[in-house]
């Protein structure tokens, strides 16, 4: 599966961005899909995941602000991210997991900058 995210960009404190990835050269809807961000001089770190059944998770840092869905026709992962805060300031990822029996396969998109700044 390859991953094209988009969205970032440079938004001031407390205002918001949706994050996007679209997925192609698979099937979409068997895979887990997480959102991931690094922060320059952090380690890369999972924001939001969502499963292919529905179910999300979310870092404890963005719980209440953001949201990932996933839109199965389209191939397309969101996050919706508001009342953002300089701290969210990273490269977010999107990545894929396909869950296997013994092992499972992750697959990553390039990064799209996001900027939280006044």
């Known amino acids: 599966v390859q991953l094209q995210a988009y969205g970032g960009g440079l938004v001031q404190p407390g205002g918001y961005l949706r994050l996007s990835c679209a997925a192609s050269?698979?099937?979409?809807?068997?895979?887990?899909m997480a959102w991931h961000r690094q922060a320059p001089g952090k380690q890369r770190e999972l924001v939001a995941e969502?499963?292919?059944?529905?179910?999300?998770n979310y870092a404890d840092s963005v719980k209440g602000r953001f949201t990932i869905s996933r839109d199965n026709a389209k191939n397309t992962v969101y996050l919706q991210m508001n009342s953002l805060k300089p701290e969210d300031t990273a490269v977010y990822y999107c990545k894929a997991i396909l869950r296997g029996t013994l092992r499972d396969w992750d697959y990553w998109g390039q990064g799209t900058q996001v900027t939280v700044s006044s």
């Open positions: 050269g698979s099937i979409f809807s068997i895979y887990d």
């Open positions: 969502i499963t292919s059944g529905g179910s999300t």
